[in-house]
């Protein structure tokens, strides 16, 4: 919902460099009160774990909310579990488990139902923004399976940290090329109020939360969140956009939710003292 309020006066470069400019602003000073700084030393795969996490997906993102609905656009976010399961196997020789099949033959029949009467679909670019945005959920499940087996040592805040400051630097220099006056635009009361919020919760908060759940729940786990994402983007998208909601995008909700339930079947749930435990020692 921000981002297509944003795309009207923003380049997806700009977008990007001050979500992640403003996340920066809200977690550098809790790095130094918590005394990690001297953990900001990065490495090759960190760095490149960093980049998948943010600066790639969020521009990809950003570009098809030119062609997608909102509705349309969290539903195909909720691949990312799925594309998770599917990417350990194939890259990582990881065995998945008959639940965790039988959720992505649930997911993907719900995605198939929510395009299949889809009106106009086939010749409307909301193709194009389908795989542009597939694209960026492929690296959110990359970046979460890469976070489980080379970084667990690595502190939430740190990981964070480092996933905004590739997309500043990258999005910032491809920001100013493609649109200079973008200083001018985000000046504005109501661009400035949106970028505090897009910036400082949803991407700094929410990206220490992320890479907290990848090292307590796994790849798979940290991803399920987006499991949510349709429920409010159908919920904002009808009441704030007046975009339209049809039977058959609510029938592949159902779907896909239901999905939730192989995916947790089986899963070791870890107590409460366990995580607290993590945690204090992660921070």
């Given at each position: 919902m921000w981002t297509k309020i944003l795309l009207v006066d923003f380049h997806p470069f700009a977008i990007v460099f001050y979500r992640c400019l403003f996340g920066l602003i809200m977690l550098l000073p809790i790095i130094f009160m918590k005394g990690l700084q001297k953990q900001l030393i990065p490495t090759k795969s960190l760095i490149f774990t960093a980049a998948l996490g943010a600066a790639i997906p969020w521009t990809l993102m950003t570009y098809s909310q030119q062609y997608l609905d909102t509705t349309i656009s969290g539903i195909i976010n909720a691949l990312s579990p799925i594309l998770t399961i599917i990417l350990s196997v194939l890259l990582f020789k990881k065995q998945a488990n008959f639940s965790e099949w039988i959720s992505v033959g649930i997911g993907f029949s719900g995605m198939m139902m929510i395009f299949l009467f889809q009106q106009h679909f086939e010749a409307s670019n909301q193709i194009v923004g389908t795989v542009i945005l597939l694209c960026a959920a492929a690296c959110y499940s990359l970046t979460s399976l890469l976070t489980d087996k080379y970084h667990q040592a690595v502190s939430p805040y740190i990981l964070a940290v480092w996933t905004l400051t590739i997309a500043v630097v990258i999005c910032g220099l491809l920001a100013f090329i493609v649109q200079p006056d973008h200083i001018v635009h985000v000046l504005s009361p109501v661009h400035l109020l949106i970028f505090v919020i897009f910036g400082m919760l949803s991407s700094g908060i929410?990206?220490?939360?992320?890479?907290?759940?990848?090292?307590?729940?796994?790849?798979?786990?940290?991803?399920?969140?987006?499991?949510?994402?349709?429920c409010v983007t159908f919920l904002l998208g009808a009441v704030i956009l007046d975009e339209v909601i049809t039977w058959n995008m609510g029938a592949g909700l159902v779907l896909v939710l239901t999905s939730i339930m192989f995916l947790t079947k089986g899963k070791q749930k870890r107590s409460w003292k366990h995580v607290k435990k993590h945690y204090q020692k992660s921070i």
């Open positions: 929410g990206y220490v939360l992320f890479y907290y759940l990848v090292h307590e729940g796994g790849p798979v786990f940290a991803v399920f969140v987006t499991f949510l994402m349709p």
